[in-house]
């Protein structure tokens, strides 16, 4: 009985070293490795003494070395140790980051805003972070309404969300060479598209010429999505919760539809009112479309 869970254990942590490591930099590391290991197994077998005494004299430090390279993935992998062990007091705080994404397309909806939010699965985008600028911040609402400002430096590129944080912005992503998709799609949409080809991720766009709100998942793309529905698809992809909240009242044809005075400019910031109706909020919903 001790020998089968003994086995189970060393399984387990295989998999989940296999499942940190898939579709990052990291796994070209593990093959290098596994060649080393190799040659020397074969200068063990083959008696080849200088070779032998190569890698006897080096394997020491290699261990060093493998602490070093694959520091990023330690990290990653205690995180996540730290994060199945608290989930349960995690979980809500969750739910309320990805209903800032919500919230933050609501936004750049109603000011014809052009963003572009990636949302990391299984597979890891570390290849795409790197090539942006690091943040590691907590995903807020007020985070991606100043990453995404016109006139801010990182608005260009995509945001990528790791579990409740943005890892980066401005980062590059592939752009989908498929035929079969319209011709109105821009560089956003099809770069939206690219990353969910390659990986498991889910993009969030929001098109700055129209502002409607599109998800790209699997390769496909769904567009003209609305806020509920993007609330909807969120939580159903991630199989999280995300609970409603009162959406900011937007603003339609220079009014705007509620009891409060008309703002002077619409590219202000919008706060999030809990005080706000649900009525006003279903009214103000309706003018938009």
Same mark, same amino acid.
């Given at each position: 009985?001790?020998?089968?869970?003994?086995?189970?254990?060393?399984?387990?942590?295989?998999?989940?070293?296999?499942?940190?490591?898939?579709?990052?930099?990291?796994?070209?590391?593990?093959?290098?490795?596994?060649?080393?290991?190799?040659?020397?197994?074969?200068?063990?077998?083959?008696?080849?003494?200088?070779? #032998?005494?190569?890698?006897?004299?080096?394997?020491?430090?290699?261990?060093?070395?493998?602490?070093?390279?694959?520091?990023?993935?330690?990290?990653?992998?205690?995180?996540?140790? !730290?994060?199945?062990?608290?989930?349960?007091?995690?979980? !809500?705080?969750?739910?309320?980051?990805?209903?800032?994404?919500?919230?933050?397309? #609501?936004?750049?909806?109603?000011?014809?805003?052009?963003?572009?939010?990636?949302?990391?699965?299984?597979?890891?985008?570390?290849?795409?972070?790197?090539?942006?600028?690091?943040?590691?911040?907590?995903?807020?609402?007020d985070l991606l309404a100043t990453i995404f400002r016109p006139s801010a430096p990182l608005h260009d590129g995509a945001v990528i969300v790791q579990n409740d944080r943005i890892a980066a912005a401005a980062c590059f992503l592939p752009l989908s060479m498929n035929p079969v998709l319209s011709t109105q799609l821009g560089t956003r949409h099809r770069a939206g598209i690219g990353v969910t080809e390659e990986t498991d991720a889910i993009a969030v766009i929001v098109?700055?010429?129209?502002?409607?709100?599109?998800?790209?998942?699997?390769?496909?793309?769904?567009?003209?999505?609305?806020?509920?529905?993007?609330?909807?698809?969120?939580?159903?992809?991630?199989?999280?919760?995300?609970?409603?909240?009162?959406?900011?009242?937007?603003?339609? #044809? !220079?009014?705007?539809?509620?009891?409060?005075?008309?703002?002077?400019?619409?590219? !202000?910031?919008?706060?999030?009112?809990?005080?706000?109706?649900?009525?006003?909020?279903?009214?103000?919903?309706?003018?938009?479309?």
């Amino acid at each position: 009985m001790i020998s089968i869970i003994d086995v189970l254990l060393v399984a387990l942590i295989i998999y989940e070293f296999l499942a940190l490591i898939k579709g990052t930099r990291a796994s070209l590391m593990v093959v290098g490795v596994a060649g080393l290991g190799l040659a020397f197994y074969l200068s063990r077998l083959g008696d080849l003494a200088a070779l #032998n005494w190569l890698i006897s004299t080096l394997l020491p430090y290699a261990v060093f070395a493998l602490i070093v390279v694959f520091a990023a993935e330690i990290r990653q992998a205690l995180a996540r140790l !730290g994060r199945r062990l608290t989930l349960s007091r995690t979980a !809500g705080s969750e739910a309320d980051a990805y209903d800032d994404i919500v919230l933050a397309a #609501n936004l750049f909806c109603q000011n014809q805003t052009g963003a572009l939010i990636v949302i990391e699965r299984e597979i890891g985008l570390r290849t795409y972070i790197e090539s942006g600028v690091p943040l590691d911040a907590r995903l807020s609402y007020d985070l991606l309404a100043t990453i995404f400002r016109p006139s801010a430096p990182l608005h260009d590129g995509a945001v990528i969300v790791q579990n409740d944080r943005i890892a980066a912005a401005a980062c590059f992503l592939p752009l989908s060479m498929n035929p079969v998709l319209s011709t109105q799609l821009g560089t956003r949409h099809r770069a939206g598209i690219g990353v969910t080809e390659e990986t498991d991720a889910i993009a969030v766009i929001v098109s700055e010429e129209t502002g409607s709100i599109s998800l790209a998942v699997s390769g496909k793309i769904e567009r003209d999505v609305s806020v509920d529905q993007l609330r909807d698809r969120l939580g159903e992809l991630l199989r999280r919760y995300v609970p409603p909240s009162t959406l900011p009242t937007p603003i339609s #044809n !220079g009014s705007e539809i509620s009891q409060g005075p008309a703002p002077e400019s619409s590219r !202000g910031s919008l706060p999030r009112s809990p005080d706000s109706s649900l009525k006003d909020s279903r009214l103000s919903q309706g003018a938009d479309r």
